[in-house]
T-cell receptor, first 111, second 113 residues
């Protein structure tokens, strides 16, 4: 079993829809949780970063962490065609530990 | 501020050959991590260097090696290439006093024939 599980999709939604992306993990020691966005033929770019449990909002993006359930989510409101990309969840135990990634969910927003 | 630069961007090798990939981190970043990305496995951690020392290592065979220079630039080497080594190799740097967010380059796409 992988430490981080993520549905690969693809997920196809109409423009303006609310998108929900999720990951589950098995290692309760993870404390730092991130979401990266990767466009085709590009490297991943950091989208959201949270520490421990709770919610964090940044514009149209909201990240949620539920450590009791070992479950993290990324919500995208008013989705745009430019949001079409692969979204990777990632997590880390401590400040100097390696970052473990999910396999990514491919999202397509249809105009 | 310049981002993470990886060279070469694309390369084709044959089985048994070796390859060296280069990564220049963001100025001021002293930590450099390497990841292998494949469609089936996603991003898998190879190793991380900080101040010329390997600080973390993933579960890859000894054919995969790396090093970091005093200017924080890093190289990774893969010897005796196998078909399964075909992948996108991503380098990421992070700031030592930050929260450890990774800043990725665009990757080096290796094809082994």
């Amino acid at each position: 079993q992988k430490e981080v599980e993520q549905d690969p999709g693809p997920l196809s939604v109409p423009e303006g829809a609310i998108v929900s992306l999720n990951c589950t993990y098995s290692n309760s020691a993870f404390q730092y949780f991130m979401w990266y966005r990767q466009y085709s033929r590009k490297g991943p770019e950091l989208l959201m970063y949270t520490y421990s449990s709770g919610n964090k909002e940044d514009g149209r993006f909201t990240a949620q962490v539920d450590k009791s359930s070992k479950y993290i989510s990324l919500f995208i409101r008013d989705s745009q065609p430019s949001d079409s990309a692969t979204y990777l969840c990632a997590m880390r135990i401590g400040g100097y530990q390696k970052v473990t990634f999910g396999t990514g969910t491919k999202l397509q927003v249809i105009p | 501020k310049a981002g993470v630069t990886q060279t070469p961007r694309y390369l084709i090798k044959t089985r048994g050959q070796q390859v060296t990939l280069s990564c220049s981190p963001i100025s001021g970043h002293r930590s450099v991590s390497w990841y292998q990305q494949t469609p089936g496995q996603g991003l898998q951690f190879l190793f991380e260097y900080f101040s010329e020392t390997q600080r973390n290592k993933g579960n890859f065979p000894g054919r995969f090696s790396g090093r970091q220079f005093s200017n924080s630039r890093s190289e990774m080497n893969v010897s005796t290439l196998e078909l399964g080594d075909s992948a996108l190799y991503l380098c990421a740097s992070s700031h030592p006093t930050g929260s450890g967010e990774l800043f990725f380059g665009e990757g080096s796409r290796l094809t082994v024939l």
